[in-house]
């Protein structure tokens, strides 16, 4: 079975250069490349925005590979953050410290091997993009589509409702972690250490992927209720707009010394309000 997917016609294969991007597009092109510096997050995004099928074709490709890629590196991590834990707490000389060092080898080893790894997945993010140039999506070798298997569990009718009731559920319960771990001075342990970058993580990636998700969702609710009267994009630029806001003074006013990480705090808690209002509309 071939791996790549035509999704241009004859007719517009054989037309000249100058003609090149009249079925293909800049970001079903680049999506591989972006997939390269941001992993699934991006390709995610373009996923849920694209309204063209070069696009989303391209986008789910590079969102499956990323996908494995770096859920490969995360279980690699959490390999080492177990066998850290069990050889740091356990007794000296018991099984339990020995279970330890054995993960902390298997990390060690497969590091060394995930070196070969970011130079395949380098080339074939290079691959990808150059068969987009000329209009194929081309499937990534041994990445599951892990989006087809999202769509046949739920019958292809994904309801993205639910992702933004999830991301409106746990980030209050992400910022008030932050915060009590901010006001107690932070983390004494390796574990709260731990905890607090696993959650400013997921923030980072919700809070980038969930604006895609409410795009989508408005998208679909427009084309099924003629009725639907709300528009995406105050809910998308507000955020923006107090995010900028929140750099510029924490940079020239009070001279913060991380105005970037103020300027996302205050994205995502703007996100946060106008996903609640968003939802509560719906119902009205």
């Keep these: 079975m071939s791996n790549e997917h035509r999704s241009t016609s004859t007719e517009t294969q054989s037309q000249p250069g100058p003609t090149l991007l009249t079925e293909r597009t800049l970001s079903g092109i680049f999506v591989h490349l972006l997939g390269l510096g941001t992993g699934f997050v991006l390709p995610a995004v373009i996923y849920l925005v694209a309204k063209r099928d070069f696009t989303r074709e391209n986008a789910r490709n590079a ?71 000329f209009g194929s999506a081309w499937s990534y070798p041994l990445a599951p589509d892990f989006l087809g298997w999202i769509e046949a569990k739920t019958d292809g009718s994904v309801t ?96 913060s010394e991380n105005p970037s990480g103020d300027a996302f705090y205050a994205f995502s808690g703007a996100f946060w309000l106008a996903t609640m209002v968003y939802l509560v509309r719906q119902q009205y």
Excluded: H
């Design 63 to 133: 969102f499956n590979w990323q996908l494995l890629f770096t859920g490969s590196f995360s279980a690699l991590l959490g390999i080492f953050a177990i066998g850290l834990a069990f050889e740091s707490w356990a007794p000296e000389d018991t099984i339990v410290q020995q279970i330890g060092r054995a993960f902390i080898l298997v990390f060690a080893v497969g590091f060394f091997a995930f070196t070969f790894a970011v130079l395949i997945n380098f080339a074939c993010g290079l691959i990808a993009m150059a068969k987009a140039i």
């Design 160 to 255: 993205f409702r639910t992702g933004l009731i999830g991301y409106v559920i746990t980030v209050p319960v992400v910022f008030a972690y932050l915060l009590w771990s901010g006001l107690a001075g932070g983390p004494e342990s390796g574990l709260g250490f731990t905890t607090g970058f696993v959650l400013v993580i997921y923030l980072v990636i919700t809070s980038i992927i969930t604006p895609g998700v409410l795009i989508r969702d408005a998208r679909v609710n427009d084309e099924s209720d003629a009725n639907w009267k709300i528009n995406w994009l105050l809910y998308v630029i507000s955020p923006l707009a107090i995010a900028a806001l929140t750099y510029i003074l924490a940079a020239i006013q009070f001279g």
